[in-house]
T-cell receptor
Framework: NAGVMQNPRHLVRRRGQEARLRCSPMKGHSHVYWYRQLPEEGLKFMVYLQKENIIDESGMPKERFSAEFPKEGPSILRIQQVVRGDSAAYFC??????????FGPGTRLTVL | KNQVEQSPQSLIILEGKNCTLQCNYTVSPFSNLRWYKQDTGRGPVSLTIMTFSENTKSNGRYTATLDADTKQSSLHITASQLSDSASYICVVSAKGGSYIPTFGRGTSLIVHP
């Protein structure tokens, strides 16, 4: 049973471009969480999704950021018109229910 | 406001020594507390999970304790190894709602040979 997969592992974008981060949860897991981690800081919750539904997006910036978890395929975190402040590590976690979250390896986004 | 505070912020110890990391929380109503280990450049990995009724949980050389009355937890690492060098994160979840956990900022542990 493969763990949580994230890709790409590293992503470089210029200011104004779009960034798409993908997360494939563990098999059988229907709950997906996205977190952002700035250097030397803790993980900050962004959004919690179940299949085809956003359950809690209280940690997501109101503009430029969106997330989806379609019926088929990975969860996508999309950042439009990236700015330098978006540079961070973005982690995805999945769980089979409201329980222990299993984290992916993260995507490191660098905005030039 | 739910908060998780960890101390120390960073710690350096010699290989073979023991150490204890602290976590204080104000999350309510309490559901469970987890300790995660995060290696540099990797995602966090769960070490232990404790509910209200549990006051100690071991995972190899890692032993976590929980005092739900004082809202404190500790993670004790015995006979440290170089591979223990990592960030250790305390995560506390509240009951009900969308089950979004509150993360501490972590303790950065460096084990020197």
């Amino acid at each position: 049973n493969a763990g949580v997969m994230q890709n790409p592992r590293h992503l470089v974008r210029r200011r104004g471009q779009e960034a798409r981060l993908r997360c494939s949860p563990m098999k059988g897991h229907s709950h997906v969480y996205w977190y952002r981690q700035l250097p030397e800081e803790g993980l900050k919750f962004m959004v919690y999704l179940q299949k085809e539904n956003i359950i809690d997006e209280s940690g997501m910036p109101k503009e430029r950021f969106s997330a989806e978890f379609p019926k088929e395929g990975p969860s996508i975190l999309r950042i439009q018109q990236v700015v330098r402040g978006d540079s961070a590590a973005y982690f995805c976690a999945s769980s089979p229910r409201k329980d222990t979250q299993y984290f992916g390896p993260g995507t490191r986004l660098t905005v030039l | 406001k739910n908060q998780v505070e960890q101390s120390p912020q960073s710690l350096i110890i010699l290989e073979g020594k023991n150490c204890t990391l602290q976590c204080n929380y104000t999350v309510s109503p309490f559901s469970n507390l987890r300790w995660y280990k995060q290696d540099t450049g990797r995602g966090p990995v769960s070490l232990t999970i404790m509910t209200f009724s549990e006051n100690t949980k071991s995972n190899g050389r890692y032993t976590a304790t929980l005092d739900a009355d004082t809202k404190q937890s500790s993670l004790h690492i015995t006979a440290s190894q170089l591979s223990d060098s990592a960030s250790y994160i305390c995560v506390v979840s509240a009951k009900g709602g969308s089950y979004i956990p509150t993360f501490g900022r972590g303790t950065s542990l460096i084990v020197h040979p």
